[in-house]
Each structure stands twice: as structure tokens, then as C-alpha cells.
């Protein structure tokens, strides 16, 4: 009398007996992300997430930062970000209380990705560690268009593995067993992405 533990094994090892072990070929045309206009496809993308989206140039980025900022009062700056923001009481916060008492963060990002409309950020100068991004309830993130790549396999081969990554697809956002969805729950309720072109 054999147990249903050894018919199944015995199935398995009976098909293992029958197949090739050579590997099978795993197509990877999506390596190659082709896209005519990356900056214009990142924008739409950005937008299908829900967050808000500016386009300006370098000389208008000062005022594109005041207008993302709104109401926000206390705007936490991480060392290094390139534009002096005037009047928004930048400072640095350290622990995850003092981060709270922020209305909102400005950082840049590493890269952008096209087909996802996905910031990256590799906290470098300007970005700051990763917990200034996700606890503010605004994140204003400005990225050159020259740092946008077509897709995933660009960023990545162009990302340092070494370093910490954030990927950001979107305000943060979730949605309960009835598609309800609600933003803000396990970080910024509102993304603002600026695309700066030279």
C-alpha cells in the first residue's frame, strides 16, 4: 500500500525522467525599451499615477517650487538640492517625529523611468535619506529631462547597486478589498513632479 505522498513523488520524479535538461530560452525583448519622445511619455505617465506634473525650464524652476509648495509651511530641504527655496524655513529633521512635524519635502532624483512614470531616487546629494520621502505628507521632486531613461532595464543598468534605491511610482496609495482607493496611508498623500529641460 503505497501513501498519496509517494504517488506524488513518484508522478514528479516520473516527469522530471521524461523532460530535457537543457535550459529553455527565455525570450527578453523587453530589455530593449524603445520610445520615440521619453520625456513626453514619463509626463503622461506621471500623470496616470495621480500625481501632479510641471514642465519648466532651469530660470522658471525657483517659481515652479513655490507654486508645488501651495500652503505647505515647514519644507524640509535635504543638503545638496541645487535651488535656494526662500521663505520655506528649510531645515533638517532627524528623527521620524521631527520628520512629521514637516508639511512637505523637496528632493531630486536620480533617474526617471519612461514607461512607468517611476521617480528613482539613490539618495545622493539632494535627495537625502530615504525616510525624508516617505513621511512628509507632500513630496516635490525635481528631475532634469536628461535623466530620464526609455524603461526598467535602463535604469537599472544605469543605477549603482551598491547604493540605497527608492522607487516611486505615484503618491502613496492602497486600496481596500473593495478597490477603494486611498492615498496617504503608508506615505506623501501628494506627489508633485517638475521636469526641468535646460
Known amino acids: 500500500m503505497t501513501?498519496?505522498?509517494e504517488e506524488i513523488l513518484a508522478a514528479v520524479r516520473g516527469a522530471i525522467r521524461t523532460t530535457t535538461q537543457?535550459?529553455?530560452?527565455?525570450?527578453r525583448g523587453y530589455r530593449s525599451v524603445?520610445?520615440?519622445?521619453?520625456?513626453?511619455?514619463f509626463a503622461e505617465r506621471v500623470v496616470d499615477y495621480r500625481a501632479e506634473l510641471t514642465r519648466c525650464t532651469t530660470a522658471e524652476l525657483p517659481g515652479a517650487?513655490?507654486?508645488?509648495?501651495?500652503?505647505?509651511r515647514k519644507v524640509l530641504v535635504p543638503e545638496g538640492f541645487p535651488v535656494e527655496i526662500g521663505g520655506t524655513g528649510a531645515a533638517r529633521a532627524g528623527t521620524t517625529a521631527e520628520l512629521a512635524?514637516?508639511?512637505?519635502?523637496?528632493?531630486?532624483?536620480?533617474?526617471?523611468?519612461?514607461?512607468?512614470g517611476t521617480l528613482v531616487l539613490d539618495h545622493g546629494p539632494g535627495q537625502g535619506r530615504r525616510a525624508l520621502s516617505l513621511v512628509p505628507d507632500v513630496h516635490v521632486c525635481v528631475l532634469r529631462e536628461d535623466r530620464i531613461v526609455p524603461g526598467v532595464p535602463q535604469a537599472v543598468a544605469a543605477l549603482d547597486p551598491a547604493r540605497p534605491q527608492t522607487w516611486i511610482s505615484g503618491p502613496s496609495a492602497t486600496s481596500d478589498i473593495e478597490l477603494t482607493r486611498v492615498e496617504g496611508v503608508h506615505g506623501p498623500r501628494s506627489l508633485h513632479v517638475i521636469v526641468v529641460s535646460e
Open 65 to 72: 517650487i513655490r507654486s508645488a509648495l501651495g500652503s505647505a
Open 34 to 41: 524603445v520610445v520615440d519622445d521619453v520625456v513626453a511619455l
Open 3 to 5: 501513501t498519496a505522498r
Open 22 to 27: 537543457a535550459e529553455a530560452a527565455v525570450p
Open 101 to 116: 512635524g514637516f508639511d512637505a519635502v523637496v528632493t531630486t532624483a536620480a533617474l526617471g523611468i519612461a514607461t512607468t
